[in-house]
Structures are given as structure tokens and as C-alpha cells.
């Protein structure tokens, strides 16, 4: 079976739901048709500070949410990055692969440590994007389901992969992106020009999984949207609207024709409320089956190490198949 591998960052207190349309929604599919491997990276989180008892706590969460999202730890192996440490290991190797020069230009890269100021950003962050090819190289993964944003990573991946395999010989798939045009950018509901983010979005911009649905009912009641007054799709001119299309089309599987249709005739106030109405369909049973795996936190580890130890199997084998390929002499 083709493989496929995805991974999240466990740095708040929620998944959003730009998180879980752009990515997770598309992880769960994969499950049938791929050999499919799901992480939270928590190697990735610490790239910025973290509080080890907030990452600890959040790492449940994450994995809590990714199940009640519809992985199921048997057709799928769910873990937690620093549990496999074959991760950090290929790191090394990829990171003497890597041009500064080519690290130097990843567009997240630049936001973020333009943000933070050099003395802040840490030299972590820096090579965060290859961490992020050795975690789709060990699994030779043949595709990488996520957003429009992480687009630039996996091409990076691409080609490293080509490099090591040009220079040392056929090792690595050369894995493709997998993004699903309709929902690869969910923008922030104040202000459409921005994504829906952890880190940029304002708390009335942001729907996360795991608010108050009542809150986030209301956050979408007073979503910006945009002049005139006819519910149309349309990116450029209306991208307040569309974004509230697009996450209705997701949550209730209605085309958005379909929705257009619907809508003909009625104003924005109309949509926001059927769209808030959607959602709040879709967080509640979502929040329950969370606190159920969030109740059995023994079980919930048991999960995890299952997973790592499933990963382990196939990281190991990559990379010792990469030590012998560049040269390292095997212990005996
Ligand atoms: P992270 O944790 O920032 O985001 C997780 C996933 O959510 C997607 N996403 C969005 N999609 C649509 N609209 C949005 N507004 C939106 N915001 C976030 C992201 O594209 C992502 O797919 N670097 C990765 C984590 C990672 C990874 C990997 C991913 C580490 N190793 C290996 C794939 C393969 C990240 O920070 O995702």
C-alpha cells in the first residue's frame, strides 16, 4: 500500500478549524486506502519556548482530538514524535544536506524569526522545515496531506530527497503534497486577508475545536464580511463570504452551488447563521468524544507507545539504511 504521513504541532490549547479542514479532515480517508502514519511534533513545538507541563498537557490533547476526529489507532499509526527518536537522527543527516542558503528562504521561516528579532529565534526554528523532511523521509511517504502553508516544506523535502538519492543512490520516495484545493486555506474570521492561525489570528479571528460552542457560534455570527449584499463564492471579491461557504460546504457536505442556490435571495445574516448552526453540529459530539479518551489518560498513553512502537519499526530501518549509505561505519 502507497504510503502517506502527516504531522501537528501541540502548541495550543486546541486544534482550530483551519487545522482540522485543511488537514486532519483529509488524515482520516487515508486511513482505508494508505499505509498512513500520524504524529503530534512536539520536536517541532519547542522551536519556540514552551511550558513542559502545558506541552505534556497539550500533546494528550492533540492526540485525544486526533482520534476523536476519526483516526482509529488500529488502521492507522498515531504517536507522538519524540517517542521515535530515529526523528532527530535523520535530522542531522538531512541538516548536512541542506543549503543555509536554501533553509535561509522558507517563507515561514522568515515570518516567524521577522517576528520574534534574531536574538529570540532560535537556531531550532532555523531548521525546523528539516526536521520536517526527515520526519516524511523515514517513512517514505509517497504523500504528505496538509495545508496550503506547509506547501514550501514538503517541496524542500522533494528535493533533498532527490539530492541524497543523486549522491548516495536510490533511498528515498520522493513524496508529493496532498492538498485539497477547496479547504487549503481557511481564513481568519475578521480579517480574510490573513490565514486562520494559532499565531497571527485575534481570539474573535480563530474557531477552536474545543471552545465553548456557544463562543464560537458567536464568532462566526460576527464574522466580517464583505460589501454588497448576495451570497456568491467568490475569493477575490468576496473572501468573507466564501470562507463561510467553504466551511459550511466542509462541516455538511453540501456543494457550494448547491449552498449558492440556497442562499439566493437572502442576506449574509442568513448564511452566518446556518453556518454557526453547522458547526456547533459538528463541535459538540467532537468535544465529547474528546473528554472520553481525555478520561482514560492510561489508555490514552498505551495508544501512543502502540504507535511509536509500530513507527520505530519502519523509522529504524530507514535510517539505518541512511547511516550505511553516507559512510558511518556500523557499530558491532
Ligand atoms: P501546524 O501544526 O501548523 O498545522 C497543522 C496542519 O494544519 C494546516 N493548517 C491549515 N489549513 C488550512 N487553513 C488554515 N488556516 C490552516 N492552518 C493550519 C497546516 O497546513 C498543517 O497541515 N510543520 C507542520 C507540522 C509538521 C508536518 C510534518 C506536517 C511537522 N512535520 C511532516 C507534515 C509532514 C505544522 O506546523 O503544522
Not at 77 to 99: D, I, K
Not at 167 to 176: A, I, Q
Not at 286 to 291: I, L, S
Amino acid at each position: 500500500r502507497p504510503r502517506v504521513l502527516s504531522g501537528i504541532q501541540p502548541t495550543a490549547d486546541s486544534f482550530h478549524l483551519g487545522n482540522y479542514l485543511g488537514a486532519i479532515r483529509q488524515w482520516v480517508p487515508f486511513q482505508d486506502s494508505h499505509d498512513a502514519f500520524y504524529m503530534v511534533v512536539d520536536l517541532h513545538a519547542i522551536t519556540v519556548p514552551q511550558d513542559p507541563k502545558q506541552l505534556r498537557e497539550r500533546t494528550r490533547i492533540s492526540a485525544a482530538e486526533l482520534l476523536a476526529a476519526g483516526l482509529d489507532a488500529d488502521r492507522c499509526t498515531l504517536f507522538v514524535q519524540s517517542h521515535v527518536p530515529e526523528h532527530a537522527q535523520l535530522a542531522w543527516v538531512m541538516n548536512c544536506m541542506t543549503g543555509f542558503g536554501e533553509a535561509a528562504r522558507m517563507t515561514q521561516f522568515k515570518d516567524k524569526s521577522a517576528k520574534q528579532g534574531t536574538d529570540r529565534t532560535t537556531v531550532g526554528l532555523f531548521t525546523y522545515p528539516v526536521l520536517q523532511v526527515a520526519d516524511i523521509l523515514l517513512y517514505q511517504a509517497d504523500a504528505v496531506p496538509v495545508g496550503e502553508d506547509q506547501r514550501q516544506h514538503v517541496e524542500l523535502t522533494r528535493d533533498i530527497a532527490q539530492r541524497f538519492n543523486s549522491t548516495f543512490g536510490e533511498t528515498f520516495t520522493v513524496p508529493k503534497p496532498f492538498i485539497v484545493k477547496e479547504t487549503a486555506k481557511i481564513v481568519d474570521l475578521q480579517d480574510p486577508t490573513i490565514k486562520m492561525s494559532k499565531s497571527a489570528s485575534t481570539p474573535k479571528g480563530i474557531v477552536n475545536l474545543l471552545d465553548d460552542p456557544k463562543t464560537s457560534a458567536k464568532k462566526i455570527r460576527s464574522a466580517v464580511t464583505d460589501t454588497g449584499t448576495e451570497v456568491r463564492f467568490d475569493e477575490v471579491e468576496k473572501p468573507g463570504v466564501s470562507n463561510l461557504l467553504t466551511i459550511h460546504s466542509a462541516l455538511s457536505g453540501t456543494s457550494i452551488a448547491a449552498l449558492e442556490e440556497r442562499f439566493a435571495g437572502r442576506g449574509y445574516g442568513d448564511l452566518k447563521k446556518e453556518v454557526a448552526e453547522v458547526l456547533v453540529e459538528f463541535v459538540t459530539p467532537f468535544q465529547q468524544r474528546v473528554r472520553g479518551y481525555l478520561d482514560d489518560p492510561a489508555e490514552l498513553d498505551a495508544v501512543l507507545a502502540r504507535g511509536a512502537d509500530k513507527a520505530r519499526a519502519v523509522a529504524s530501518r530507514t535510517l539505518a539504511e541512511t547511516y550505511d549509505r553516507v559512510g558511518f561505519l556500523p557499530p558491532v
